[in-house]
């Protein structure tokens, strides 16, 4: 059988209107892939950040939005093809945030015409036309609508993947496409379905594009990004990168504009200077005076040397936010100790009384402990005493603890008493056992009533090192 009568009998199948719709799409689809082609690379994207304060300045790249920042790339200096690039940081809130998002939509969508656009295109173009050609080949009508349908949701969804590229050329196409789908559901016997098959997206027009800086807009705009930067050290940086590139760029702009480009920049950082000291002293010296009235529980003069803080940073014009900040915060941890240590030393004035009537009343329970001290080291080293020695002990613990067992400590001593009654019993336990010791003549036993006189002298320390921490007046830690 001849190609001829295939061909024939295709188109008796399809149907004669459907076939010219096939054809007529066919055209419209071969043309777009006819014009499409792979173009070069071009320059590097700029982007444009458009200020709350009405200035724009060049991004070199996409810029990066982190949080309450916007880092980006701005050239300064070099040559068009290989500019020199500054990092800049700047709070997002002195972007205009919609007219910066338009710009950059436009500019991603001239980039990518200028690049991978039509090559991406061809790509689309070629693939429906390869569906076309199984449409009108195939001989199962619900094949050919499942066919016309995959290749309409690729069309449908191609622009808003593709920053809008072709988009006027991609709605023809699906124009066309969706009286194919139409003739092709009646032929599968379709009744119900769906005809507003051509709903798009519309096409948001683009935003001017902006031509690329010269040097001197390059240069003018690094110098409004210093004015906005809350980051002195930024700042700082960006200036003498404006010196160095007026520098060496002297001959291929005019004199006085580099003349007095060149001096605003030094000035500005002979200021950052001066304002690097000021505030580096401010800093010294009222960390300085709020350590001492911090150790003097001055809470007054903590609070005053805030105000004064702000009183400063007011009269220097706010330029050093961060490191006032970070003050701020050093001089209210100070306050903070002044406030709990002056509460400290009010509670122990208060309480002073009664912490003197208890080391009144517990002088000679702590005495006799103190004379206990050397015959219960001489049984810990397991060097006596004699017997006679341990009776006159054992009845002068005896003595301590009947009369530490009577007295009533102030709530804060509490601890420290019932350390101090311990000690008492365990150094009578212990010379007790060293009796036992020198009865029976076991070393063991001598070794057990070493370890009591040790746990007893250890208590011993430890009670009275908490009651004098209780009866010291309160310091600074």
Request: aromatic share 4%; charged share 25%.
């Amino acid at each position: 059988m001849s190609a001829q009568c295939c061909g024939d009998r295709r188109a008796a199948v399809i149907g004669n209107p459907l076939m010219k719709k096939l054809k007529k799409l066919s055209i419209v689809v071969l043309i777009g892939l006819c014009a499409a082609q792979t173009v070069e690379a071009g320059e590097a994207m700029l982007l444009r950040l458009f200020l709350a304060d009405g200035s724009v300045i060049v991004s070199y790249g996409e810029y990066a939005r982190v949080g309450e920042r916007v880092v980006f790339s701005m050239p300064l200096g070099g040559e068009p093809e290989t500019p020199g690039l500054q990092l800049v940081n700047l709070p997002a809130s002195v972007v205009d945030w919609d007219r910066t998002a338009r710009y950059a939509d436009s500019a991603r969508a001239a980039h990518y015409a200028g690049t991978q656009g039509e090559s991406d295109y061809a790509q689309l173009t070629a693939s429906v036309a390869r569906t076309l050609n199984d449409i009108s080949v195939a001989t199962n009508d619900k094949a050919r609508l499942q066919l016309a349908l995959a290749a309409r949701r690729a069309l449908e969804q191609w622009p808003s993947r593709h920053h809008g590229y072709r988009a006027a050329d991609v709605r023809e196409i699906l124009g066309i496409l969706d009286e194919v789908i139409a003739e092709l559901r009646a032929a599968a016997g379709e009744t119900r379905f769906d005809l507003n098959l051509v709903a798009t997206a519309e096409i948001v027009p683009p935003v001017p594009l902006l031509p690329p800086p010269t040097l001197q807009d390059s240069i003018g705009q690094a110098m409004a990004v210093a004015r906005l930067s809350d980051v002195p050290a930024d700042r700082i940086s960006l200036l003498s990168s404006i010196v160095g590139t007026l520098n060496r760029s002297r001959s291929r702009l005019p004199a006085a504009w580099v003349d007095k480009r060149r001096r605003e920049a030094l000035d500005a950082m002979a200021a950052e200077a001066r304002f690097e000291r000021a505030y580096g002293r401010l800093t010294e010296q009222v960390i300085q005076t709020a350590s001492t009235a911090a150790e003097r529980a001055d809470v007054v003069k903590i609070e005053a040397l805030l105000k004064e803080v702000e009183r400063r940073d007011e009269q220097l014009g706010y330029r050093r936010p961060a490191e006032v900040s970070g003050l701020l915060v050093a001089l209210q941890v100070r306050l903070d100790v002044a406030r709990g240590l002056r509460l400290a030393r009010d509670r122990w004035l208060l309480r002073r009384p009664a912490v003197v009537a208890y080391q009144s009343a517990i002088k000679t329970g702590i005495d006799d402990l103190s004379r206990s001290r050397s015959p219960l080291d001489a049984i810990r080293r397991l060097a006596g005493p004699d017997a006679s020695v341990l009776t006159k002990l054992a009845a002068r613990l005896d003595t301590a603890i009947r009369r530490l067992e009577a007295i009533n400590p102030p709530e804060e001593l509490n601890g420290a008493h019932a350390l101090l009654l311990n000690a008492a019993r365990l150094a009578a336990s212990a010379v007790d056992v060293r009796r036992d010791a020198i009865r029976s003549g076991d070393i063991a036993v001598a070794w057990d009533a070493s370890a009591a006189a040790a746990g007893a002298i250890m208590l011993f320390s430890k009670a009275r090192g908490d009651m004098d921490s209780v009866s010291d007046f309160p310091q600074a830690r």
